[in-house]
């Protein structure tokens, strides 16, 4: 029968394993009829252990397999690495940071974002426990700011390790430059040549950013199949109106592009869609791309409207009125989100310069006065134009 003085723990000591995936500070080691009882509290999970061991079970532990080991005794002394230490303690900090800091990625990014841009990542996106959502702020808002946020604070809180983003032909260089150099995130840029020399670099590694274009993803069969068959975390389509979805009675024509985000669309928890043109005046197509982001909810169109509808606000801004219904500017609810130029201002509550609202000061010249088209019976024949008279230089 094993005793506590078989054992070379004691109280106060911090071993591993007795719990699968925590540490456990002793409180008591005593007999336990014919084993051994271990008791403790978790480090992290504060939850009382109790394991009586035999003696086979206890050597199994200590000797065979070395699972059960000593990572801290009673015996503390300060000669430690203290170096070591402070960056212990600061990736730690650094990991629990967001739980303390409400704009924790604001922070650690090199960005300087505007009120909408901070209403839209933390007020709408972050809070949704599954992201499918169609982002449809104007021009000028900053769309690729705010979905670097989005990720950056989804990647601190652990949420998400995989990320394709999907963008057209001549954006994939500037959004790969834009999240290294404003967000930190190193994202490999995707395309013929790449995947060609690796074609299975999205199943290889495990977490990342990947860049892509639309257009060779929906050419290129291989690298679609190779896209579908991995899990992703979170996919983002920027220019999402170009996902054409088009009804003709029972007939449905779809793009190439609406095909290939259509095949992604399933496998991933999280998608979102940038656009600053969401509705092109027709229902069919809108509905369409709202079907990409939750297939039970917008099966007709009346769907549409109401939820589009169910929080929208400015309802008086007629210049976005289509077929008859609301118009859609202003829409905030869990799914879309939409506000113009008008309602992008700075934290001083002026017209924010970064949403190109201010416009550069032009100095209008009068202009000529044009003459008169309608020809007189006197001057009915085509005259030759008058010569312009030359400038005559004297020389001094």
């Known amino acids: 029968m094993p005793d506590a003085t078989t054992v070379n723990f004691t109280v106060g000591d ?35 252990v109790k394991r009586p061991l035999t003696h086979d079970e206890l050597a ?17 002394s300060f000669d430690g690495d203290a170096s070591l230490f402070l960056l212990g303690a600061e990736a730690e900090r650094i990991r629990i940071a967001h739980q303390f800091d409400p704009l924790f990625a604001v922070n650690a990014s090199i960005v300087d974002p505007l009120p909408h841009q901070v209403e839209a990542v933390y007020r709408y996106l972050l809070p949704l426990p599954r992201i499918r959502f169609l982002l449809a702020d104007d021009t000028g808002a900053g769309k690729t700011i705010m979905t670097g946020l989005l990720i950056k604070e989804l990647l601190f809180r652990g949420v ?34 790449s995947f060609d020399a690796e074609p299975g670099q999205f199943s290889r590694y495990d977490e990342g950013t990947f860049v892509i274009s639309i257009d060779f993803l929906a050419r290129n069969e291989g690298c679609l199949k190779a896209i579908e068959a991995t899990p992703w975390d979170l996919v983002v ?26 095949a992604i669309a399933g496998k991933t928890d999280h998608l979102l ?9 027709r229902k069919d197509t809108f509905r369409r791309l709202l079907l990409l982001l939750d297939p039970d909810l917008f099966q007709k169109d009346e769907h549409v409207s109401d939820k589009i509808q169910a929080t ?29 130029k008008g309602e992008m201002v700075d934290w001083d509550n002026t017209p924010s310069s970064g949403s190109d609202i201010r416009k550069p000061l032009v ?12 020809r007189s019976p006197a001057t009915s024949a085509p005259s030759a134009r008058r010569p312009r008279p030359r400038e005559t230089v004297t020389s001094s």
Do not use: C
């Open 160 to 193: 998400i390790q995989k990320i394709l983003i999907i963008t057209p032909g001549g954006l994939t260089k500037q959004w790969q430059e834009e999240m290294q150099e404003k967000f930190g995130l190193a994202a490999r840029l995707v395309n013929r040549a």
């Open 312 to 340: 929208a606000v400015n309802t008086d801004l007629l210049n976005e009125d289509f077929e008859g219904e609301k118009p859609i500017s202003g829409a905030r609810n869990r799914f879309f989100l939409r506000r113009l």
């Open 60 to 76: 199994q532990l200590t000797n065979e397999l070395a699972q059960l080991t000593r990572i801290r005794g009673t015996d503390h």
């Open 273 to 281: 869609f940038l656009t600053a043109t969401p509705h092109r005046g």
């Open 237 to 262: 389509v920027d220019e999402a109106h170009k996902l054409s979805a088009y009804e003709y009675g029972s007939r449905l024509e779809e793009s190439g592009r609406y095909k290939a985000v259509k």
């Open 14 to 48: 911090v071993v591993s394993g007795l719990e699968p995936d925590d540490l456990v500070e002793i409180s008591r080691v005593a007999p336990f009829g014919n084993r051994l009882l271990i008791e403790g509290v978790g480090v992290q999970s504060r939850r009382l």
């Open 363 to 374: 100095t209008t010249l009068p202009r000529k006065k044009k003459p008169s088209t309608t």
